[in-house]
């Protein structure tokens, strides 16, 4: 069974202020994740948006200064919170699909610049890519009460020239990984086999690729399948019957995406034990040329000894949900937490999407570094 105890920070960045709604949603989800999680939370923004948050208190702290190669960047603590206050705005809360991927012992960054966002974005994709760079050094000062930079410090993070994002890779700590295809269209000098021996290089031992769902934009696996453990995995399903509340998909498309993770979850079958998820029906909306994600349970969120749910207000379905992950992850005993996803769902994406978490320890010296060097540069 994966262990959770050894998860040490959870990191998310704020949305545009502007977007009320979705701002309501990150003030009630930080309440949360305050109440039910002992362990380090990160947040960072602007002064504007911190300042709306702390209802002021970001100008009446004292400020520290954070990474010499960041000086726009200073942050305050309240109690288990860290507000880190940036000059501008995260332009893209998905920190996930940024930020490097920790691989078991390793940590990898691959770089960030997805098919369905860079048109016209080559400059925020870069800027986020700095972001994503910044982060295991920002988080590996708070756990040792020293500023770090990387001339100096104890993290040396593997750089790949490889495009994957954080929500294309799902993993366990055995070394097994669900990637979508979606891979090779951004990287497509690269074959299956090529890929596989390159990752292994970093602990990954058993790579499933899989096709992306016909009807999402981004590619990701993480609102289709997730592991439990070793030996078990959640996949999505929707419900046997298809139901036009006005909002839903065509029924096209509905029998088109059921069919889709009935194979996904018959081709998990052959190697785990799969517990299906039963998502709502999604619904026929988008923004910011993103497809909605609303009724998706599947990209919920499990850090330390809770497991954050999606809810999207329907009754039935919210309980079901709430009684198959709990069940799925029984050994573990989580606490299950309720959070009202609707809004943040209508811009694509779920709980796992939009926060990052940070292990002590999986970090790389410059020993272990070296060794995969040769691997590196080779590519």
């Not at 504007?48 to 100008?59: D, K, V, Y």
């Not at 016209?120 to 890519?129: C, F, Q, R, S, Y």
């Not at 694509?348 to 939009?354: D, M, V």
Request: proline content about 4%.
């Amino acid at each position: 069974m994966e262990s959770l105890t050894n998860k040490r920070m959870l990191v998310l960045v704020l949305p545009d202020t502007a977007k009320i709604k979705l701002f309501n949603f990150y003030e009630v989800f930080i309440s949360l994740l305050k109440e039910y999680i002992q362990d380090k939370i990160i947040i960072i923004g602007s002064k504007n948006q911190i300042f709306r948050l702390t209802e002021g208190i970001a100008s009446d702290r004292e400020s520290q200064k954070n990474n010499s190669e960041t000086p726009d960047t200073y942050y305050f603590q309240d109690n288990n919170v860290y507000w880190f206050i940036r000059e501008k705005e995260v332009p893209n809360i998905r920190i996930r699909d940024y930020a490097p991927i920790l691989f078991r012992d390793q940590s990898l960054k691959f770089r960030y610049n997805p098919s369905y966002f860079h048109t016209g974005k080559e400059k925020t994709t870069e800027i986020l890519d700095r972001i994503g760079n910044e982060l295991p050094y920002l988080c590996a000062s708070l756990l040792s009460g020293v500023t770090l930079d990387k001339s100096y410090s104890p993290i040396v993070l593997c750089h790949s020239d490889l495009i994957l994002d954080g929500g294309n890779c799902v993993f366990n700590e055995k070394g097994d990984a669900v990637i979508s295809t979606r891979f090779f269209e951004e990287n497509p000098t690269w074959g299956i086999k090529e890929a596989q021996g390159y990752l292994s290089l970093f602990g990954l031992n058993k790579i499933h690729f899989i096709e992306p769902k016909p009807s999402g934009h981004t590619g990701h696996v993480d609102g289709i399948v997730r592991f439990v453990d070793s030996r078990s995995v959640i996949v999505s399903a929707l419900p046997d019957t298809y139901v036009q509340d006005g909002k839903s998909i065509s029924r096209m498309k509905y029998e088109e995406d059921a069919e889709y993770l009935n194979q996904v979850a018959e081709y998990m079958s052959k190697y785990y034990n799969v517990t299906r998820l039963t998502n709502i029906i999604p619904r026929n909306e988008e923004r910011e040329k993103i497809s909605s994600s609303f009724g998706n349970y599947t990209n919920f969120l499990i850090f330390g000894d809770c497991l954050f749910v999606p809810q999207y207000g329907n009754e039935l379905q919210d309980k079901l949900a709430c009684e198959t992950l709990a069940k799925a992850y029984q050994s573990l005993d989580p606490s299950i937490v309720k959070v009202d996803c609707a809004e943040l769902a209508s811009y694509g994406g779920g709980l796992n999407c939009i926060t990052w978490e940070f292990y002590e320890g999986r970090i790389l010296n410059e020993r272990s570094c070296n060794t995969h060097a040769a691997g590196l540069k080779k590519h």
